[in-house]
């Protein structure tokens, strides 16, 4: 798997704010709160496998 990340904001009183980061940065997969707009350490989180073959077309 490549690796990935994912910034879940809000605007909040006009301005962006990350409230979230997911990402797989050091191999596994982890979900990091913001306070304020300090990152807060990660906390690990289940890898969801898809039930899908890789060779399976998806649906359109």
């Not at 962006?16 to 989180?45: C, V």
């Amino acid at each position: 798997m490549e690796r990935y990340a994912v910034m879940l904001q809000l605007r909040i009183e006009g301005k962006w704010q990350t409230i979230r980061l997911l990402d797989n940065a050091h191999g596994d997969h982890d979900m990091h709160r913001y306070t304020g707009s300090e990152k807060q350490p990660g906390s690990g989180f289940p890898r969801v496998r898809s039930t899908r073959s890789r060779h399976e077309p998806s649906a359109t």
